[in-house]
């Protein structure tokens, strides 16, 4: 009914500065309750044409101001955010499904920080020189923008996410078309509302909400879009190289995980505990870097379980905007049916579940019956070939087998198809330093978990993906660089 449709928030592209309306359109669920919220535009090839066109048209204003320039705006950009934190962190709770806690501490906090990092960091690359004094020549490098970017973002951290691409590939001087998943628009259009007021020039930030079938292969199979950066599912990633292929085009691609936590018996366990629970349960486990593989060595598996599984009890699953609950809804129907559905077929093998799905009650507030909520489960006895040790869940889900040795372990946690990150925890440093060199994984933490130096180059190895980002590597990413030779 239309008294129905008008109270929905309708959201619109932003294309060359303008919000743009959609022939037609998509609904958006609110996790938490099951409603229909959001109508998100279900664009295609002609809204991403004219989002590139905008693009490519700005091009030659905004490649050719300085870095400081660009520094200042996006300096700027970051403020508006943070100045709105609050209203951008419900907006990203009640869209997404997680915690309003999450949303205020994580998401937006590291939004702001994409922009401040890359607004910093883009005033302090320099470039290569060598000298051949015997042929009198002197050699030297240059970095320029490649153009326009199209930028693909997922649907677990979805500012956040869409930022860390954004903020560098503007600051290096390039524009961008930018797809956010569309089961979470909501900031990405809320953020598009600040570019003018930031001093973005129009068409610099260009944003088309839809699908990955239809707005996402569009943007890929664009011959104006020379880079592609992506974060999502290994399959979807496997289409855009076929897709990207006869353009040539440069691809930065993060995929997904399947994250072991190795657990010695001299860990400390006052740490370990809640740790490997934030890695485990975290935005409902709903982050590539989650730990859904916990190796424990012999001496303390029984221990470390019986404590682990007490605490994951504790955590609280129920209404994200309620600042107490500790785990919000997942994404969608489909989603919580999917994560379910490996809790059944580790049960079908003979795996113990002990708490969590199918094992305790989950007791809903009211409002919250028909959300997608799922409490933290945890499973022992699970053999390294079952699909739950060997397939990303991304869900509140985690595994816990027993280990003997270290040349056990490491065979073990290396023999899945994804390398993206990995926990170790020992209190002996040369262990620390010998496990860490032989996991196959691009980010290796050691008694701690999620600690990142946005310095440093972030990425996984294996169908966890290819290339890295970070300071110098997003730059290197989004620039072009051209050795010139003077002979004098």
Known sequence: TMAHSKALL??????????????????????????????????????????????????????????????????KLADLIEHDLEAFAQAESKDQGKTITFARTVDIPRAVYNFRFFASSILHHTTECTEMATMGCMHYTSRAPVGVAGLISPWN??????????????????TV??????MTSVTAWMMCKLLEKA??????VNIVFGTGTKAGEALICHPDVPLISFTGS????????????????????????KNPAIIFNDADLTQ?????????????????????RIFVQRGIYSEFLKRFVAEAKKWKVGNPS????NVGALISKEHLEKVRSYVKKAQAEGARVLCGEGVDSLALPTGNQKGYFMLPTVIAEVKDESCCMQEEIFGPVTC????????????????????????????????????AQRLQAGLVWTNCWLVRDLNLPFGGMKASGIGREGAKDSYEFFTEVKTITIKH
């Open 10 to 75: 309708v959201l619109e592209n932003f294309i060359g500065g303008k919000f743009v309306p959609c022939s037609s359109y998509i609904d958006s669920y609110n996790p938490s309750t099951g409603d229909v919220y959001c109508r998100v535009p279900d664009s295609g090839k002609e809204e991403v044409e004219a989002a590139v066109r905008s693009a490519k048209a700005a091009f030659p204003i905004w490649s050719s101001k300085s870095p400081l320039e660009r520094s200042q705006i996006l300096n």
């Open 157 to 174: 951290l979805p500012l956040y996410l869409l930022t860390w691409k954004i903020a560098p590939a503007i600051a290096c001087g390039n």
């Open 177 to 182: 078309v930018a797809k956010p998943s569309e």
């Open 199 to 204: 001093g973005v020039p129009h068409g610099v």
């Open 234 to 257: 290994t399959l979807t990633a496997q289409r855009i190289t076929e897709k990207s292929a006869p353009h040539c085009k440069r691809l930065s691609l993060e995929l997904g995980g």
């Open 272 to 292: 370990c505990i809640p740790t490997t629970l934030r890695s485990s349960f975290a935005n409902q486990g709903e982050i590539c870097l989650c730990t859904s």
């Open 322 to 325: 309620d600042p107490t609950v």
């Open 400 to 435: 816990v087998v027993a280990f003997d040795t270290e040349e056990e372990v490491i065979e073990r946690a290396n023999s899945v198809k994804y390398g993206l990150a990995a926990t170790v925890w020992s209190s002996n440093v040369g262990r620390v330093h010998r496990v």
